[in-house]
């Protein structure tokens, strides 16, 4: 089969507009993980045994059984509830919890890294716990935890062509269907191959570069 | 749990103490650290404690500073009890609420300083007051300046911990702590983790607040002579017990206890 170049220019178009719907479903999913995971993370070291046993237990459980069928299981289990979601949400609420998990667990020893002479020079400043967290813990956890949540940034979007299995409308997606349109795969699958290397690549060097940012701000190098 | 109703609500009277510890109490499992340990401390007095490793020196010092729990007995600090609450006529062990509040006269500086990395030492110094007393962006500037400015590092108030040797990183802490206007500042050791040559930078600051400013002070040290210099009394700490007590000439020239002077001149031979 020999590459086609005329194919290739008539299907871009359409192969770069998914790829927006991707880059979207990486973005929505890892606000919504970053935000439960640091919930996840809190919730753990809270003072209230039975929540951080129950949490515990959620995250364990999600680390460890496969994302897809955790997709499959909100939207087509939901139903059977009384709960309809259509595949974006659905999609971005199984994606989303699913790294939460593996965000908390960045976030974790993010904030146990942290020495205990921190926490008691907010205790002899009379800070809350919740000025301490935010003023004091957090803004030094997170930059070593920059790293390993940008490979979980990275690790997301290249998860999202899981979320064709449901029919969200992404670059995965987008490719079989062009794809069973014209009966000729070569083209874009590697398009689809390419894009993914490219920001996969960019990303994982602009990680880089903001870590290093953010430690020089915080004069932390 | 503990009887406290032969405990007071508060301290009355003439010559309230402005910190009191009254049988207080604290173990590890079996490991007896305070035994029934009972201490004033006078407003505006520089008391010492000095003694051997593991003596619980700094357990006394934690426990005021609320980071740790009391195993028995009170605390008072300026007339009103600090590890306990009244309620219903009674004292009960103080809620997270109440402890907040009553901390807030309490300053400490720690060992190992223990500064917020990511802040300037002005931001170090603003935090506290800008957070926890309310005082605005420009307030807590002054007053943080004001205090950088007294400890000699006015000039380094935008550098970062990591660019600060020790003995400026611990004036800097000073300063965090004198920002909140604590009536009693604690000092653990705060010599101790620094070069020999820069020790005197940090003692000059702890000698000037006993001249020029109403504090309460209570200090641990191994520096004797500086101990004997600046206190009004020194209080020799043997087994979670006070040992011996006494003005700092007389407990350095004429102990009285057997300990007192065996440790005396252990640390003597040791210098
Ligand atoms: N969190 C803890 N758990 C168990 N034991 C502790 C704890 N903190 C202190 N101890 C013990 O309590 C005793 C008193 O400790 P403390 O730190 O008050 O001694 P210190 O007089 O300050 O000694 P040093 O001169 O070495 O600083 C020690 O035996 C110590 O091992
Ligand atoms: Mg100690």
New interface residues.
Partial sequence: MQWDWEFTAEILPKMLWATVNTLMAAGIGYVIAAVIGLLFALAQRTPFRSLTFIVREVVEFIRSTPLILQIFFVYYVGPEYGLWLSPWVAGMIAIGLHYAAYLSEVYRGGIESIPKGQWEACTAINLTMAQSYRRIILPQAIPPSIAGMGNYLVSIFKDTPMLSVIGVEELMQAANAVGGQNYRYLEPYTIVGVIFLIISLTAASAIRGFEGWIRRKLGME | MEDLTSYPLELTGPDIPMVRFLNVRKSYGELIVLDNLNLDISPNEMVTIIGPSGSGKTTVLRML???ETIGGGVIYVDGKPLTHMPKNGALVPADARYL?KA??S???C?Q?F?????M?ALQNCM??PV??LGLSGREARERAEELLMMVGMIDKKDQ????LSGGQQQRVAIA??LA?RPKVMLFDEVTSALDPEVIGEVTNVIRDLTTRHSLTMLMVTHQMGFARDISDRVCFFFGGKIEEQDSPDELFSNPKSKRTQQFLSAVKAAD
């Fill in positions: 500073m609320t980071l907040r901390r807030s309490i300053g400490m720690f190992h223990n500064l917020f990395p990511h300037t935090e506290g957070q926890v970062h911990p990591s660019r965090r702590a909140m």
